[in-house]
């Protein structure tokens, strides 16, 4: 109870030096840069001391988390996206030659794996999936990502899958990895 009397107390004397500071003092002429750092500055010992006072009290610890609204895109949620897909087409169904997928092997392990920038739709997502359906690899293409869609990764040797998502459909074909 104590520590709460002071914490309003001292909440109150902070609140009381920043307004007669803010119309007496000459540095709060200076411009808009002086008065900002002053306003800055006195909310921050404002601040440190009225928040151990508060801490000390017997109130419950609040925690706060920030939540920026995105998910990272990885191997689980493409395995998800795959799982839940009900629209699926093969590539070799597509009968236009610059809108064809594009997969080469590299020496060293690698696929290379190209996608038009549309074949239903813009395609927003890839991945490889191994012999056993396993995602391996996935790539979220960026609003801004130059085209063809790229993914780049290494895979086992034998049949792997590629996956695009446009839209609401999967496209898919298989290959096998030297």
């Not at 030096?17 to 002429?29: E, Y």
């Not at 411009?31 to 306003?39: D, E, K, N, P, T």
């Not at 927003?124 to 990764?153: C, H, N, Y």
Request: proline residues 3%; positive net charge; aromatic residues 8%.
């Amino acid at each position: 109870m104590r520590s709460q009397r002071f914490a309003m107390m001292s909440a109150r004397i902070c609140t009381l030096l920043l307004a007669l500071a803010a119309q007496g003092s000459r540095a709060l002429q200076l411009g808009s840069l002086g008065r900002r750092a002053f306003v800055d500055s006195a909310c921050i010992a404002a601040c440190g001391a009225v928040l151990p006072a508060v801490a000390a009290g017997d109130q419950p610890a609040t925690y706060f988390k920030a939540y920026s609204g995105k998910v990272a895109f990885g191997l689980e949620q493409a395995a998800q996206m795959d799982a839940e897909a009900t629209s699926r087409r093969v590539f070799s169904e597509v009968t236009e030659a610059d809108r064809r997928a594009r997969i080469s092997f590299g020496s060293t392990g690698k696929i290379l794996f190209e996608v038009p920038y549309e074949l239903d739709g813009t395609v927003e997502f890839m991945w490889v999936k191994d012999s056993k359906g396993k995602v391996i690899a996935a790539k979220k293409i960026r609003q801004g990502e130059s085209f063809p869609a790229t993914l780049i990764s290494s895979v086992p040797s034998g049949k792997v899958t590629v996956v695009a998502k446009c839209t609401d459909t999967l496209w898919e074909g298989a290959v096998t990895a030297p």
